[in-house]
């Protein structure tokens, strides 16, 4: 069975501070998606990164930053200088594929962010 | 392009009464579809998926069922809703590229 654990359930920072939301994961399949998704108060879910098992190269886009490492089973999310748009729950997940029944995400509970100005 | 559409946005119900959301999907064939439910403060949790019409996989038990009549809907539905039922719902599809997600129902029941 697939697990992902975001054991941080709330974090407060102040703007422009640097913030690091975990991620631990398990799975026994070989290939596995992982998987950062932002949910806004408005409640819809905005996608914000995908990495495959095969790629454990760190990736950064803009102020976000992801570091993937298989050997302790986490994908762990950074935001660099905080703004107070950035204030959201953050969910971790991970599937075991794209298509059929392996397909089917499986969430964190979700990390509460808030950034003061 | 690919998109999702799902309704109504809100919506308030009292205890016992039916309920059917509907979820459709633009661009694309044959997708995998999902329904996934959020209880207050708590996380998602998948309810059901389709690999096909007429496919309906079943993840937890509970006061609700899906349908897939066609191709590109998805149905969630339930003959009596309980206060337990109230929660954000998600219907999503997926491809190679990825996960698309609806902007959801807020369900409460009253």
């Known amino acids: 069975a697939q697990k992902v654990t975001q054991a941080q359930t709330e974090i407060s920072v102040v703007e422009k501070e640097d913030v690091t939301l975990d991620c631990v994961y398990e799975?026994?399949?070989?290939?596995?998606?992982l998987f950062w998704y932002k949910q806004p108060p408005s409640g819809e879910l905005v996608f914000l990164i995908r990495r495959n098992s095969f790629d454990e190269q760190n990736e950064i886009s803009g102020r976000y930053s992801w570091n993937f490492q298989k050997s302790t089973s986490s994908f762990n999310f950074t935001i660099t200088a905080s703004q107070v748009v950035d204030s959201a729950v953050y969910f971790c997940?991970?599937?075991?594929?794209?298509?059929?029944?392996?397909?089917?995400?499986?969430f964190g509970k979700g990390i509460t962010l808030s950034v003061r100005p | 392009s690919q998109t999702i559409h799902q309704w109504p946005a809100t919506l308030v119900q009292p205890v016992g009464s039916p309920l059917s959301l509907e979820c459709t999907v633009e661009?694309?064939?044959?997708?995998?579809l999902y329904w996934y439910r959020q209880a207050a403060g708590r996380g998602l949790q998948l309810l059901f998926y389709s690999v096909g019409i007429g496919q309906i996989s079943s993840e937890v038990p509970q006061n609700l069922s899906a349908s897939r009549p066609q191709d590109r809907q998805f149905i969630l539905s339930s003959k009596k809703l309980l206060l337990s039922d109230s929660g954000f719902y998600l219907c999503?599809?997926?491809?190679?590229?990825?996960?698309?997600f609806g902007s959801g129902t807020r369900l409460t029941v009253v």
């Open positions: 799975t026994r399949d070989t290939t596995y998606y």
């Open positions: 661009g694309t064939s044959n997708p995998n």
């Open positions: 999503a599809w997926n491809d190679w590229d990825g996960y698309t």
């Open positions: 997940a991970l599937s075991g594929g794209n298509t059929g029944a392996n397909s089917k995400l499986t």
